[in-house]
């Protein structure tokens, strides 16, 4: 699946290993990699994204390494179980 991401440039290191840890409470999902397609690094930071599917305005946020992360600028192929979790739900 693609997804693109929508996180602004001054999200502090903070934010985003909190956006991770959302990730890990609502997922059910136990893999520990981060969600690039080909990627075995652990999860480090939490990103948020949109898909490309038609109609779907929802914001996710889904598990990276700290490589990906940092380095995702545009489209990004993740794996196909890798659970998005809707970044609207309530802590
Ligand atoms: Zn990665």
Known sequence: MLVS??????????????????????????DQYCAEVNCLNPQHHGVLVKTQRA???EIYVIPMCKDHSDNFTSLFEIADNTEIVPASYTL
């Open 55 to 57: 109609g779907d305005a």
């Open 5 to 30: 991401n929508v996180m602004d440039e001054i999200r502090t290191e903070q934010a985003k290993e909190n956006w991770l840890a959302y990730w890990k409470h609502f997922s059910r999902c136990q």
